[in-house]
């Protein structure tokens, strides 16, 4: 850093105001640490080719500069809950079929029909903490020059949307004769949760470069 750092004071600039030094780490795929003299380099094309570029730009995104990166071509191959990338584009996907389902069931965004205080379950709670919380990290990532932050923070998004899913219904439950109830107002507060959902963890995606799929 330091020799850096004089090699452009002697070009004229100043170190305090115009220049930032970012030291990246190496990268090991499989436990086996990449090296030229080794020669068991990786190219990033063959990455992409192996892996595809939602799984090698999120796990790029997803470690500090300063640290090692691991990279699990197996893990990151799996359609499973401990694949991160799998895991917060499935969250997309979901939200998106909760979407179609409750329009063909009638609960539709209405904002005469919105009531913040009908969510009320301690998941809905967490989920909307973690949704608020959004444009800091994202603010915090970019100055700090910390992707990682805005990774992490999606999976902790999708973690509350995941347990939300399980413990709340977006349309109502049917009767027990099968005939489908009417909407009430929980319900399209819920449907207006969901799609909030959606649009956060489809910003983060786009802001990482990953595609956020409406179907997995």
């Known amino acids: 850093v330091n020799r850096l750092r004089a090699l452009a004071a002697c070009a004229g600039d100043d170190m305090d105001v115009n220049i930032e030094i970012l030291i990246g780490q190496l990268i090991s795929v499989d436990g086996a640490k990449l090296s030229k003299r080794a020669g068991n380099i990786i190219e990033l094309k063959d990455l992409i080719e ?16 300063d ?10 191959r799996a359609q499973t809950n401990d694949n991160p990338v799998f895991y917060v584009q499935y969250a997309h996907a979901r939200s998106c079929s909760a979407a179609r ?7 539709v ?12 379950h301690p998941t809905e709670e967490e989920l909307l903490s973690k949704l608020a ?3 800091s990290i994202v603010g915090s990532a970019a100055k700090l020059r910390q992707p990682h932050r805005l990774a992490r923070h999606l999976e902790s998004i999708a973690a509350a949307y995941h347990a939300w899913y399980a413990a709340a219904r977006i349309v109502p ?7 489908k109830p009417e909407p009430q107002t929980v319900n399209y507060s819920r449907r207006w949760l969901n799609d909030a959902t959606t649009q956060v963890l489809a ?3 786009g802001l990482l470069g990953v595609s956020a799929p409406e179907k997995m």
């Open 50 to 65: 192996w892996l595809g570029v939602d799984a090698l730009r999120y796990s790029l995104a997803r470690y500090p500069n």
């Open 67 to 76: 640290s090692p990166i691991e990279i699990d071509p197996e893990l990151l």
């Open 101 to 107: 389902t409750a329009d063909a069931q009638g609960v």
């Open 109 to 120: 965004r209405d904002p005469a029909t919105f009531d913040a205080s009908a969510l009320n």
């Open 133 to 135: 919380q959004f444009p």
């Open 173 to 179: 439950a049917p009767e027990h004769d099968g005939a």
């Open 203 to 205: 910003n983060g995606l």
